[in-house]
């Protein structure tokens, strides 16, 4: 079974500071896909970031960079330069091709807060 | 390209009433994915359909149904609603293995 952890349910940060969100996984299968989202109150998820579990280099997109490190099952996101507008719920999340079928195991998310 | 849209965005219901909700997945996507979205159990996985043919189930009962149309939109059905049944349902699509992308949610309230 698969599994995701973030343990920190809630982080506040000054603006313009770097934060890092934690990540750990769990899974038996070789192959699968490491997500991260971000849901503002609206609801809507929002898709940030993708890691393969077989890419070499870690993901960036933006402001957006995925810090992977297999061996110890990490998939920590990190945002550089945070803005106010970073203010939301982020989750993490695994992806496994079984028989062709997806789908995504979400941990519990944490609620980050850009302080002014 | 639009993204994913989700009618209705907020729907009220009294228990033991069938719900149906909609999904329409970004043009040329193929799969899409239902999710329920709760606090207490968080982000679950309720079942995925590809070529209108569903490939993977959550665990939920057979209360929660879904479809999928030859034009790639999807519904899910709830019957019999129960007051565990009120949370924020996210559809998401995909192209047809690939990163899924949401709708907005239909947000169900079971009175």
């Known amino acids: 079974a698969q599994k995701i952890t973030q343990t920190q349910p809630g982080m506040f940060v000054q603006e313009k500071e770097a934060v890092t969100l934690d990540c750990t996984y769990d899974?038996?299968?070789?192959?699968?896909?490491l997500f991260w989202y971000k849901q503002p109150s609206s609801g809507e998820m929002i898709f940030l970031i993708y890691?393969?579990?077989?890419?070499?280099q870690n993901a960036t997109e933006g402001r957006y960079s995925l810090n992977f490190q297999k061996a110890r099952k990490s998939a920590n996101l990190v945002i550089s330069a945070s803005q106010l507008g970073d203010s939301a719920m982020y989750f993490c999340a695994m992806g496994s091709i079984i028989q062709g079928a997806q789908k995504l195991v979400f941990g519990q998310g944490t609620r980050l807060t850009i302080n002014p | 390209k639009a993204g994913v849209t989700q009618t209705p965005r907020y729907l009220i219901k009294t228990r033991g009433q069938q719900v149906t909700l909609s999904c329409s997945p970004i043009?040329?996507?193929?799969?899409v994915s239902w999710y329920q979205q709760t606090p207490g159990q968080g982000l679950q996985f309720l079942f995925e359909?590809?070529?209108?043919?569903?490939?993977n189930k959550g665990n939920f009962p057979g209360r929660f149904s879904g479809r999928q149309f030859s034009n790639s939109r999807s519904e899910m059905n709830v019957s019999t609603l129960e007051l565990g049944d009120s949370a924020l349902y996210l559809c998401?699509?995909?192209?047809?293995?690939?990163?899924?992308?949401f709708g907005p949610g239909t947000r169900l309230t079971v009175l």
């Open positions: 899974t038996s299968d070789p192959s699968y896909g």
């Open positions: 998401a699509s995909s192209y047809p293995v690939d990163t899924q992308y």
């Open positions: 043009s040329g996507h193929r799969s």
């Open positions: 890691q393969g579990s077989y890419d070499q």
């Open positions: 359909y590809f070529s209108e043919t569903q490939r």
